[in-house]
C-alpha cells in the first residue's frame, strides 16, 4: 500500500467537498422553495449562485493539481441535507419553518467553513498558492454567508418563530 501523504489527504477532502458543493447547488432551490421569508428565499436563491463558482474554483483547484475533478460521497453533507429536509416536512406551514431552514443552512455553512479552512491551510503547507487563494476566496465566502444568516435570524426570523 503506497504511503498516504498530506498531498493524498489534500485531494481526498477537496474530492469530499467537491461532492458536497454539488449536493449543496441540488438542496438550495428545494429550500428556497420551502421558506416563507421573502428575504430567506432571496438568500438561498443568492447563495445557489455563488455556489456554483464554488465549484468553479473547485475544478480550478483539480486542474492545479493535475487530477480529474471528482467527489467522493460525503456523508457529512448527507446527514446535514437530510436534517434540512427534516424541517422542511416537519416544520410545514409552521412559524418556526424559517428559523428551523436557517439553523440547518448554518450548519450547511459551518462545515464547509471547516472544510475550506483545512484545504487553504493544507495548500499552504503543500505550496500550491494558487490553490490556496481559490480556497481562502470561497471562505471569506462562505463566511459572510454565515454571517449574513445569522443576521437574518436574529432580526426577524427567531423573533417571527418566538411570537407565534
Known amino acids: 500500500m503506497p504511503e498516504k501523504t498530506l498531498e493524498t489527504l489534500f485531494h481526498d477532502t477537496l474530492k469530499d467537498i467537491y461532492y458536497a ?5 441540488k438542496a438550495l432551490p428545494k429550500m428556497a422553495r420551502g421558506a416563507k421569508s421573502p428575504d430567506l428565499k432571496a438568500a438561498f ?18 486542474e492545479i493539481l493535475g487530477k480529474p475533478a471528482r467527489g467522493k460521497t460525503c456523508e457529512a453533507i448527507e446527514g446535514l441535507l437530510a ?10 406551514g409552521q412559524t418556526a419553518l424559517d428559523a428551523g431552514l436557517a439553523s440547518a ?7 464547509e467553513m471547516a472544510r475550506y479552512g483545512t484545504l487553504a491551510r ?18 471569506q465566502e462562505e463566511t459572510k454567508t454565515d454571517e449574513a444568516l445569522t443576521v437574518l435570524a436574529e432580526g426577524s426570523l427567531n423573533p417571527a418563530a418566538m411570537a407565534a
Open 21 to 25: 458543493e454539488r449536493k449543496i447547488l
Open 45 to 62: 436563491e443568492k447563495h445557489r449562485d455563488e455556489t456554483e463558482v464554488h465549484v468553479e474554483r473547485l475544478q480550478q483547484v483539480f
Open 83 to 92: 436534517e434540512g429536509d427534516e424541517i422542511l416536512d416537519e416544520f410545514k
Open 105 to 111: 443552512a448554518q450548519a450547511v455553512e459551518h462545515y
Open 122 to 139: 493544507w495548500a499552504g503547507e503543500l505550496g500550491l498558492k494558487d490553490a490556496q487563494k481559490l480556497l481562502v476566496t470561497t471562505l
